[in-house]
T-cell receptor, first 115, second 115 residues
């Protein structure tokens, strides 16, 4: 099974500053999809951003962008101009493009935004 | 559009009682997933279904847990008998299995407390 590792259990950022959350994964596949989910205290799981492995261009969604390094199997999330509402648990997830429908989740990074 | 609907949102019951959690996936999604989230163990996949058929139930902790999907629009997760260590937030999620780039969509979760 694929493994997804988030090595930062907790991170903090000053409001309006930029923060990067790390994610690495282990796979022998060449085609797959990567996702970042946000879980605020309300406990909803909200999709933040998605990256397709066959695309070299890094995905961006407003203040959220990724740094996708396929050879290094790294998929970090950058949050620019951090806002108080960004405080949440962030999960990285992997999905194979070919085998099965399972999603593999990391253990999460808890982000605190300091006013 | 209606998202994934879970019920109940909260459940408090005494040890030994039967607990049934319910999920209605997004219409048209053919993959359904049950997760358990705790502080200690993070987000754990319990079981997932494709086209109403259980594909991988290796995450089901023990025989006290069972899950069914009698049709494409309904699934249940049952715990009988319940124990205090089953206390957690249980999420249901669905996705479109044939289009791999589609993300999982999560319900709001059921917070289960076993006294």
């Amino acid at each position: 099974a694929q493994t997804v590792t988030q090595s930062q259990p907790e991170m903090s950022v000053q409001e309006a500053e930029t923060v990067t959350l790390s994610c690495t994964y282990d796979t022998s596949e060449s085609d797959y999809y990567l996702f970042w989910y946000k879980q605020p205290p309300s406990r909803q799981m909200i999709l933040v951003i998605r990256q397709e492995a066959y695309k070299q261009q890094n995905a961006t969604e407003n203040r959220f962008s990724v740094n996708f390094q396929k050879a290094a199997k790294s998929f970090s999330l950058k949050i620019s101009d951090s806002q108080l509402g960004d405080a949440a648990m962030y999960f990285c997830a992997y999905r194979s493009a070919s085998t099965g429908n399972q999603f593999y989740f990391g253990t999460g990074t808890s982000l605190t935004v300091i006013p | 559009d209606a998202g994934v609907i879970q019920s109940p949102r909260h459940e408090v019951t005494e040890m030994g009682q039967e607990v049934t959690l319910r999920c209605k996936p997004i219409s048209g999604h053919n993959s359904l997933f049950w997760y358990r989230q705790t502080m200690m163990r993070g987000l754990e996949l319990l079981i997932y279904f494709n086209n109403n058929v259980p594909i991988d139930d290796s995450g089901m902790p023990e025989d006290r847990f069972s899950a069914k999907m009698p049709n494409a629009s309904f699934s249940t997760l049952k715990i009988q008998p319940s124990e205090p260590r089953d206390s957690a937030v249980y999420f249901c999620a669905s996705s479109w299995g044939r289009l791999k780039k589609t993300p999982q969509h999560f319900g709001d979760g059921t917070r289960l407390s076993i006294l």
